[in-house]
């Protein structure tokens, strides 16, 4: 599975963003997907998750009730829907694929990444 990660921008505190990943290869309708992200001198972490079929997701605790992940297996993509961001929230935003079909909290389980689509949220 190779992925492309785009939609990052400059953003006002307070504004959205969507984020998209196009997956090519036919194991993307298999795998759960995941969106991670890595600020400035910070570890990358897991924000979002989405089972294979859409039907399951998991967020981090920070971006619940702000972010919704989405797929469209159809299409091979992948979207993370950013809303009230915070300058918080300004980090390289990376797409990736799970060994698994359903949503993993364990970056292990991740084993093809997109390159990162930086978001800058200014306050």
């Known amino acids: 599975v190779q992925l492309q990660a785009f939609g990052g921008g400059l953003v006002q505190a307070g504004g959205s963003l969507r984020l998209s990943c196009v997956a090519s290869g036919r194991m993307f309708s298999n795998n759960a997907m995941g969106w991670f992200r890595q600020a400035p001198g910070k570890e990358r972490e897991l924000v979002a998750t989405?089972?294979?079929?859409?039907?399951?997701?998991w967020y981090i605790d920070s971006v619940k009730g702000r972010f919704t992940i989405s797929r469209d297996n159809a299409k091979n993509a992948v979207y993370l829907q950013m809303n009230s961001l915070k300058p918080e929230d300004t980090a390289a935003y990376y797409c990736?694929?799970?060994?698994?079909?359903?949503?993993?909290?364990?970056?292990?389980?991740?084993?093809?990444w997109g390159q990162g689509t930086l978001v800058t949220v200014s306050s």
């Open positions: 989405i089972g294979w079929n859409g039907g399951n997701t």
């Open positions: 990736a694929a799970s060994i698994r079909a359903v949503p993993s909290g364990s970056p292990r389980d991740y084993r093809h």
